[in-house]
């Protein structure tokens, strides 16, 4: 496992989020997680969603199904659940602000038992009952997560027997040179505040020592790298046009993250290889 250079508390990756809302909303958009270009050809819009269907098809949600959505962001997969599987969903996150905007968008949409709710808490403190979901999916949290072990615990702990778990995650080569360490992945987790990046291998172990059966693992980084190629451009123009955005750029380079400079890591990290991306589908029997 790839460790930061200084362990990532929970207060850590709330705060990261609370305070890059901006960014993360311009730069991203109300989804924060990759794209999965199958043809290269799609759409950003369209690989971004193919990426959530390709994790919402793995689960086999059914209607009227309890589904937690782990590390839910601003809710956008939540609440396209709730609507096109008409599932009852319940999602969790660390952030105050991504909670806050969720439930503004729940209080605008479906209606009675379908509109999804929010809390505002740790995965690993999470209130919900033994044997509550038939489902539990989770886009890209995983990483900011330090008791990976723990995580996998709670799933199959809330899961009701047959229930699955879907989930996508970063992860690294099996094996990493030191340069790559230290000069990509290191810094990764540091300033994208993760407590540990795991690979692939280390992720089917993870999930199979929890009790879990793996059914699916597959890695698709080549597949979802491009998303880096288009919030660089975007990053660029937004730099270009936005007088807040060269603000934010100067406070950026002069704090401790400068997470500015993550963009281009990860560009070199996928394109070399060290880092990959997998989607894993587990059942609780
Ligand atoms: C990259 S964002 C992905 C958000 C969302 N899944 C999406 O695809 O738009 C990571 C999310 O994981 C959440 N998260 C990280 N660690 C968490 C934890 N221990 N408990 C709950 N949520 C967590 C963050 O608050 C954030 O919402």
Redo the contacts with the bound molecule.
């Keep these: 496992m790839i460790l930061p250079p200084e362990p990532v508390s ?1 207060q850590d ?2 705060e990261h ?1 609370d305070s890059l809302d901006l960014f993360y909303r311009d730069a991203w958009g ?4 990759h794209g999965y270009w199958e043809t290269g050809d799609e759409s950003s819009a369209a690989a971004i969603e193919q990426l959530r269907e390709t994790v919402l098809a793995l689960a086999e949600i059914e209607p009227g199904n309890a589904v937690c ?6 809710g ?2 939540a609440l396209y659940l709730a609507e096109s599987r008409q599932a009852q969903v319940t999602g ?4 105050e602000v ?1 909670c806050a905007e969720a439930e503004r968008k729940a209080a605008r949409s479906g209606s009675g038992a379908l509109k999804p709710r929010f809390l505002c ?4 403190e999470n209130p919900f009952e033994d044997a509550s979901f038939e489902v539990v999916i ?4 995983l990483s ?2 330090s008791d990976k072990a723990d995580f996998f615990a709670e799933a199959k702990r809330v899961l009701k027997r047959g229930g699955r778990l879907s989930l996508t995650a970063w992860t690294v080569r099996e094996t990493t040179p030191k340069w790559a360490n230290r000069w990509l992945l290191a810094p990764i987790c540091h300033e994208g505040r993760f407590a540990g990046l795991v690979s692939s291998g280390e992720l089917e172990s993870l999930v199979t020592a929890s009790g879990l059966t793996v059914e699916r693992i597959e890695t698709i980084g080549p597949q979802v790298k491009k998303t880096w190629r288009v919030i660089f451009r975007r990053l660029v123009k937004l730099v270009l046009t936005k007088k807040e955005y060269r603000r934010f750029l100067r406070q950026n380079l002069r704090s401790d993250r400068f997470f500015a400079f993550t963009v281009i890591r990860v560009l070199i990290a996928y394109e070399t290889g060290m880092l990959d991306y997998a989607i894993l589908k587990a059942r609780r029997w």
């Design positions: 929970p990756v709330a989020y109300e989804e924060l997680h959505d782990v590390g839910c962001g601003y956008t997969a969790v996150t660390l952030s991504q808490c740790d995965w690993l989770s886009i890209e949290c900011h997560v």
